[in-house]
């Protein structure tokens, strides 16, 4: 049989690669994002009271009422939006499926979509697959801000769609109340659907605040949001999440969300909508990762990699610049098997492989999972 990939260049991803790499080198691995931690007792009980209810049947296809109304009290407490729980959310089955959801729902034949690089990996195989082309525009270096010119310049008839991830993976970055404005002086009063990647929205540090598309009303109305549970709770294999968006864009999104899951794990949605009504369980997350995010900085001072400034997320970027002129991939690699320490390298983010001598480790783990790894750190 002769298969004609739809995806031709697609392989395993890197956060598969890495960890893989890791487990098989016996290496601390910072690599791939997710906690070493277990989520909260209380969560794990209130999943085990569900299952044993005997909620254990189809949940509702947009998920649970219970689910999807914490979901619109959250965002309302958080940006001051307003969701109609029963026309405008959706649970999925994480946010990598809210994405592609959403991209299926959106993109035709030749459609464009425009996309920031570094650039999380779900996003153009999506838009591909479905028949769009991504049109990359790159974040300013060293400061990964959205060069808003650019964009302005790659705007076309054929454009559908803009992507934006704010806190953004993999630079660590967040958006600005003046790039709300930019955005919605270029989208406002054309065909152009912002779809709002939010996966880390309670992880905003020092003081600042996440902007989330949803408190400016313009782009509100012309926004699919994705998000994830599996950040906020520590839940990232549960693989849950949600989307928010004005009505007329989420019926074109369940028309799709019905026949890509129909709907997602039912006890666990119950247990989340019970877990989340103490408003500490993600308003404290911030603080949490701060602390992280500040311990692992304090660990490695000193050491010949030079830390770039993490406002959000749970990834800190370091330059090895003055330690190396290897490339990113190849120095990854070896610090996974000769120094026992998974990393990310930055150019895969890239569709050119740009190299910027950057890694990306995950701070999402126990103290003394750090500490391991800075001592490696502060001798390479
Ligand atoms: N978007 C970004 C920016 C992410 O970092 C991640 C994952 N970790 C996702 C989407 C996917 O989230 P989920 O695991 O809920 O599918
Ligand atoms: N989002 C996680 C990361 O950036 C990985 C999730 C995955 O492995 N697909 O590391």
Not at 19 to 47: M, T, V, Y
Not at 103 to 115: H, K, M, P, Q
Not at 296 to 315: A, D, E, M, N, V
Request: with cysteine; aromatic share 10%.
């Amino acid at each position: 049989m002769q298969l004609h990939s739809k995806l031709p260049n697609v392989g395993t991803t890197i956060f598969t690669t890495m960890s893989a790499l890791a487990r098989e080198h016996n290496a601390i691995n910072l690599s791939q994002g997710f906690p070493d931690f277990d989520c909260a007792p209380k969560l794990r009980e209130l999943s085990n009271y569900y299952i044993h209810q005997g909620f254990n049947q189809y949940a509702p296809m947009p998920g649970t009422v219970q689910l999807r109304e914490r979901v619109a009290e959250i965002i309302s407490q958080s940006y001051h939006a307003n969701y109609n729980a029963e026309t405008e959310i959706t649970i999925t089955a994480g946010a990598t499926q809210g994405i592609y959801t959403a991209l299926a729902a959106l993109v035709r034949n030749g459609d464009e979509v425009i996309v920031f690089e570094p650039c999380y990996d779900c996003y153009v195989p999506a838009i591909e697959a479905n028949g769009g082309t991504p049109i990359f525009s790159k974040l300013n270096f060293p400061g990964f801000s959205i060069d808003w010119e650019d964009v302005r310049k790659k705007i076309t008839p054929k454009t559908k769609a803009i992507i934006i991830n704010s806190p953004h993976n993999p630079s660590g970055t967040i958006i600005s109340a003046n790039d709300i404005k930019e955005l919605e002086k270029i989208v406002s009063e054309k065909n152009i659907v912002v779809i709002s990647d939010e996966v880390y929205e309670h992880m905003v540090f020092d003081g600042l605040q996440h902007e989330s598309v949803s408190k400016n009303s313009i782009l509100k109305n012309q926004s699919i949001i994705v998000s994830s549970f599996g950040k906020t709770v520590h839940t990232t294999g549960w693989k849950i999440g949600y989307v928010a968006a004005p009505k007329e864009l989420m019926t074109e999104f369940r028309k799709v969300h019905q026949f890509l899951v129909f709907c997602v794990n039912h006890p666990l949605q119950l247990a989340l909508a019970d877990f989340l009504s103490d408003k500490n369980n993600y308003t404290e997350l911030k603080h949490f990762y701060q602390s992280k995010r500040d311990y692992f900085l304090k660990l490695t001072q000193g050491s010949r990699l030079i830390p770039f400034k993490t406002s959000g997320t749970y990834f800190q970027l370091m330059s090895y610049k003055n330690m190396s002129d290897e490339a990113d991939t190849d120095l990854a690699i070896r610090l996974t098997k000769e120094k026992k320490l998974a990393t990310v390298p930055l150019s895969v983010f890239y569709h050119q492989k740009t190299d910027n001598k950057l890694l990306r480790f995950c701070f999402a783990k126990k103290n003394e999972t750090l500490e391991k790894a800075a001592e490696i750190i502060c001798k390479l």
